[in-house]
T-cell receptor, first 109, second 121 residues
Framework: GQNIDQPTEMTATEGAIVQINCTYQ??????LFWYQQHAGEAPTFLSY??LDGLEEKGRFSSFLSRSKGYSYLLLKELQMKDSASYLC??????????WGAGTKLIIKP | GAVVSQHPSWVICKSGTSVKIECRSL??????MFWYRQFPKQSLMLMAT?????????EQGVEKDKFLINHASLTLSTLTVTSAHPEDSSFYIC?????????????????FGEGSRLTVL
């Protein structure tokens, strides 16, 4: 079956770095997405990886290893506004997104 | 960047009435749009895939006669919740794929609308 695993909750300190891991199993693979979702709002796109390696975009970076079925989202210089849920989603061979349950990130001063 | 507009953001209706939610791609054409539903503290669940000019493809367990989807143009898809009941109260979100931003194949970046929170009394 198709499955996405990511931690339920993580806590980090303002100014620090945090890495949110995601493992996936899908029927075919057409890329891995990371979205940020604040409570009561729609998700916003953060990154898309389809090739192995690290994609850096400002304070956020995303890494993909297709052979391991593994991705991570790296957040640097954490700010209080980064407190949100981070959703990992893999696109299968039918271009459907398989969503993880999300990781709730709590930032402490 | 590409923008998807969803309307209305909030809607409260009486049980038994119908509610229409619109999803528009503002600066790109979207042959495919997706409709999701999110219950509190749960992940997004895909309800259906809306294809311009053809019938929508519904996920298992989603009643197509209750959740009517119309994708009449390349920039507009609508979801109508017919005869709404309190259990239909949820956060409904649409998304569209900007094929012009595809990095390879036909995998385009996905953009989400702002979401519509439906409360059925």
């Amino acid at each position: 079956g198709q499955n996405i695993d990511q931690p339920t909750e993580m806590t980090a300190t303002e100014g620090a770095i945090v890495q949110i891991n995601c493992t996936y199993q899908t029927s075919g693979f057409n890329g891995l997405f990371w979205y940020q979702q604040h409570a009561g709002e729609a998700p916003t796109f953060l990154s898309y990886n389809v090739l192995d390696g690290l994609e850096e975009k400002g304070r956020f970076s995303s890494f993909l290893s297709r052979s391991k079925g593994y991705s991570y989202l790296l957040l640097k210089e954490l700010q209080m506004k980064d407190s949100a849920s981070y959703l990992c989603a893999a696109m299968d061979s039918n271009y459907q997104l398989i969503w993880g349950a999300g990781t709730k990130l709590i930032i402490k001063p | 960047g590409a923008v998807v507009s969803q309307h209305p953001s909030w809607v409260i209706c009486k049980s038994g009435t119908s509610v229409k939610i619109e999803c528009r791609s503002l600066d790109f054409q979207a042959t495919t749009m997706f409709w999701y539903r999110q219950f509190p503290k749960q992940s997004l669940m895909l309800m259906a895939t809306s294809n311009e000019g053809s019938k929508a493809t519904y996920e298992q367990g989603v009643e197509k006669d209750k959740f009517l989807i119309n994708h009449a143009s390349l920039t507009l898809s609508t979801l109508t919740v017919t005869s709404a009941h309190p259990e239909d109260s949820s956060f409904y979100i649409c998304s569209a794929r900007d094929m012009g931003l595809a990095g390879g194949g036909d995998t385009g970046e996905l953009f989400f609308g702002e979401g519509s929170r439906l409360t059925v009394l």
